[in-house]
């Protein structure tokens, strides 16, 4: 019994060692955010999208919201549509949203990945 025990705490020891070491990194499940929040992805290069032609003639405005999924590098996983919009307001968001790059999600210190609510608001300039 001795020997197990001895066996025993040198494998917890061990154990603890090499975790401490070399911590294994599982990775979670996206963390659910919107960006603006404190946690959220934050834009390194934020491509503004173009105004559609049609929209702009017609006079429209609209709001898309897309849901990106960003990895903890800070790369653009996917993209799905929360809320669309027409007259070309959708792809022209998709477009620029492909053309930005990102910081990654953090939680505390650590970079995490997230899937982060990003609204893109199309206003026409009004004229003096």
């Known amino acids: 019994p001795f020997q197990q025990n001895k066996i025993k705490?040198?494998?917890e020891a061990n154990a603890e060692y090499?975790?401490?070491a070399n911590p294994v990194k599982y990775?979670?499940?996206?963390?659910?955010?919107?960006f603006g929040s404190p946690v959220a992805p934050a834009f390194l290069h934020?491509?503004?999208p173009d105004y559609p032609m049609l929209a702009r003639k017609l006079g429209k405005e609209g709001e898309v919201i897309l849901r990106l999924?960003?990895?903890e590098k800070g790369n653009l996983k996917d993209i799905e549509i929360f809320e669309k919009a027409g007259y070309g307001f959708t792809e022209a968001a998709i477009e620029a949203v492909?053309?930005?790059t990102f910081l990654p999600a953090?939680?505390?210190?650590e970079p995490v990945a997230s899937k982060a609510l990003l609204p893109i608001r199309f206003?026409?300039?009004?004229?003096?």
């Not at 206003?123 to 003096?128: C, E, I, V, W």
Request: glycine share 6%.
């Open 106 to 109: 953090k939680k505390g210190e």
């Open 9 to 11: 705490l040198l494998n």
């Open 46 to 48: 934020r491509e503004i």
């Open 27 to 34: 990775p979670g499940k996206p963390i659910e955010t919107e």
């Open 18 to 20: 090499s975790s401490k």
């Open 98 to 100: 492909k053309k930005s």
């Open 69 to 71: 999924t960003i990895d």
């Open 123 to 128: 206003t026409l300039r009004r004229s003096q």
